[in-house]
């Protein structure tokens, strides 16, 4: 009898450690054709940070990398867009999600904060689902990453049947 109630304890811990959200990523690079203006893009999926959702309770986002873009062989400015595509259904689940996005420069193989092309300081973001969307404009001849600084989700709903608990992420370079 004993073992049954502390089975219907954890059972509920177990099924929502279950429910974790991975975010999923995806890229596109709108040059269309190999050559010199070429311009790469790669998942970071090794740091994709991911957080657990826990129900009626305010959360932090973990730093994480998401992309990086090669553009060293382009000359032209770049405008990077990392869109939220499936915010329609996480307001199922969360009643905000906040993601801080920041652009980061290598600089001799070291990470450092991105500058425009007149010299300013790049900018964080607030990436959320009211948005769904963040841009930057990159200088050409350098690589980038584009990285989650932070942020905070309170979730509602931690029924993954109604879409998903995951926000899924696409980069556009034009």
């Not at 595509?85 to 904060?113: C, K, Q």
């Not at 689902?129 to 932070?150: C, D, E, H, I, T």
């Amino acid at each position: 009898m004993k073992s049954k109630k502390l089975l219907k304890l954890i059972f509920p811990l177990i099924a929502l450690g279950l429910l974790l959200p991975w975010p999923v990523a995806y890229a596109a690079d709108a040059t269309g054709g190999i050559g010199e203006d070429e311009v790469r893009i790669e998942i970071a999926e090794e740091t994709i940070p991911n957080f657990t959702a826990c129900v009626k309770a305010i959360v932090g986002v973990p730093y994480g990398n998401l992309f990086y873009i090669d553009a060293t062989n382009d000359t032209a400015d770049k405008v990077v867009t990392l869109y939220l595509t499936n915010a329609d259904e996480l307001i199922n689940h969360y009643t905000f999600m906040n993601l801080r996005i920041g652009v980061y420069v290598d600089s001799s193989g070291e990470w450092e904060p991105a500058f425009s092309s007149n010299g300013e300081l790049i900018p964080e973001a607030i990436l959320s689902m009211r948005n769904g969307q963040v841009s930057f404009l990159l200088p050409g001849f350098a690589k980038y990453k584009v990285s989650v600084n932070g942020g905070a989700f309170y979730c509602t709903n931690a029924n993954e049947g109604e879409g998903g608990l995951s926000p899924q992420l696409f980069l556009e370079v034009n």
